[in-house]
């Protein structure tokens, strides 16, 4: 889904984005100051990016079924990356079509690794948009969403306080349904014995004034 398992929760990658590469800044030809360009060309990258990422870590990785993801991050590697022949005009910049290949399938691993971890297709729309500038800015955004990602379920693993706290007061009652138990069952054992030994001391003086009686 778009926001995955943990809801709005997963906004925080956006975020990270927008604001590192708000920070930063994008130099630009038409007078705008860098930090507002920078987050009006970013957030358009990442609205593209969330449609994109819809087809290969949405669609694709779910037609594959459950296949290991490695396999399923190569699959999606290989068409992503045809898919970009249709919108580039040329790949000289990565140094040709076979590199970009390569490029756009390690990094492809990244991506089916974050929805793995988030169940959510903006987190890898944040990734994908990432890449659309190459800085310093770029390098201390993927190190922080990618340390996120890897203590991501971490987290949220703990289970709600209401569950902790009932299943506490169950334990609990239980100790003390045994130690209240084990009380009655001493109790009454007690009661038990003690009017064992009366009756018997009973029998014993009946038969006495019988044998006396009868001499």
């Given at each position: 889904?778009l926001l995955g ?9 956006p975020?990270?984005?927008?604001v ?5 800044g994008?130099?630009?030809?038409y007078g705008i100051?860098k930090?507002?360009?920078?987050a009006?060309?970013i ?5 593209y990016?969330?449609?994109e990422?819809y087809?290969?870590r949405g669609?694709l990785?779910d ?10 991050s ?5 068409f992503?990356a ?6 580039f ?9 076979g590199?970009?290949?390569l490029l ?9 690794f974050?929805?793995?971890?988030t169940?959510?297709i ?7 948009a990432l890449?659309?500038?190459t800085?310093?800015?770029?390098l201390i955004?993927f190190?922080?969403i990618?340390a ?7 987290i949220?693993e ?8 009932y299943k506490n007061y169950e334990?609990t009652?239980?100790r003390?349904?045994k ?7 001493a ?25 006396e009686?009868?001499?």
């Amino acid at each position: 889904s778009l926001l995955g398992k943990e809801g709005f929760k997963t906004l925080i990658f956006p975020f990270i984005l927008l604001v590192g590469y708000s920070i930063y800044g994008f130099n630009n030809d038409y007078g705008i100051n860098k930090h507002l360009w920078a987050a009006i060309f970013i957030s358009v990258t990442l609205l593209y990016d969330i449609m994109e990422e819809y087809t290969w870590r949405g669609y694709l990785n779910d037609a594959l079924g459950n296949i290991f993801w490695i396999i399923k991050s190569i699959i999606t590697g290989i068409f992503w990356a045809v898919w970009h022949v249709l919108i580039f005009k040329d790949f000289d910049q990565f140094g040709g079509f076979g590199i970009f290949m390569l490029l756009c399938i390690v990094f492809s691993f990244v991506l089916t690794f974050s929805t793995i971890r988030t169940k959510s297709i903006i987190v890898s729309a944040t990734l994908h948009a990432l890449m659309a500038k190459t800085n310093l800015a770029t390098l201390i955004i993927f190190v922080i969403i990618l340390a996120l990602l890897f203590v991501w379920n971490k987290i949220f693993e703990r289970k709600p306080i209401r569950e902790l706290t009932y299943k506490n007061y169950e334990n609990t009652n239980y100790r003390r349904r045994k130690t209240c138990g084990a009380f009655v069952e001493a109790t009454f054992r007690k009661i038990w014995l003690s009017n064992t030994r009366n009756v018997a001391f009973c029998r014993r003086k009946c038969s006495v004034v019988e044998n006396e009686s009868k001499s």
